[in-house]
């Protein structure tokens, strides 16, 4: 028998979760929805697998894997998110994280997951592998090309690039920093300009790699 924690601060999500994965019968699914219930149960139980929701309320999914295995160094966890992780991917896998699951993953996929999890095999989805592969295509091409310019962005322009981080749209973003949604574009299209990168997603891995934004925001 597979067991399996699912972490989810929705609770509908969390028990929809749970009926897909009990559908099959090796696997036995318990589901918290906040952190206070995790720190509770894991001082007393271990579980095979942990799928974890990467935006929480109170703390977020890479924070409270962090917690889980200070307690239990071996645990296999995944991160499950409805947002974009490939600018947070180093971080995650740095932390002990095992994987990567769109809550978009179909029923098959999401089982997979759970049993290379098991076998400590790294779970990701393929187009975050492309990705991957798009970026170390990038840095060899920077590498024979020479030293990479030295870009510097206003304290408005990492603020921008970390709500993009957030999964943010120019309309949110917008919201938050007082400005029109047209100000906003014309302030992300500066940004590509000066990353020398042509999307959201390229513009939030680039900063990182320079050090200009660092960690997992929430």
Known sequence: MI??????????????????????????????????????????????????????????????????????????????TGFDVFAHYNLLINNGILGVLSKTSSEEQVINAIHHAVKKEVVLPYQLVRQLRITENISNISIEDGPERAVSLNEEEKKILVEVSKGKTNRELAEILNLSQRSVEYKLTDIFHKLQVSSR?????????????YTLTI
């Not at 390229?202 to 790699?209: G, I, L, N, P």
């Open 3 to 80: 067991s399996i924690l699912v972490v989810d601060d929705h609770v509908a999500v969390g028990l929809g979760t749970k009926a897909l994965i009990e559908k099959y019968d090796e696997m036995n699914v318990d589901v918290v929805h906040n952190s206070i219930e995790v720190e509770k149960i894991i001082k007393n139980q271990k579980y095979d697998v942990y799928l974890i929701d990467l935006q929480m309320p109170n703390i977020n999914g890479l924070e409270l894997s962090k917690k889980i295995l200070k307690i239990h160094s071996e645990a296999s966890i995944l991160i499950f």
């Open 201 to 213: 997603m390229e513009a939030v891995q680039k900063a990182q790699e320079l050090g200009i934004i």
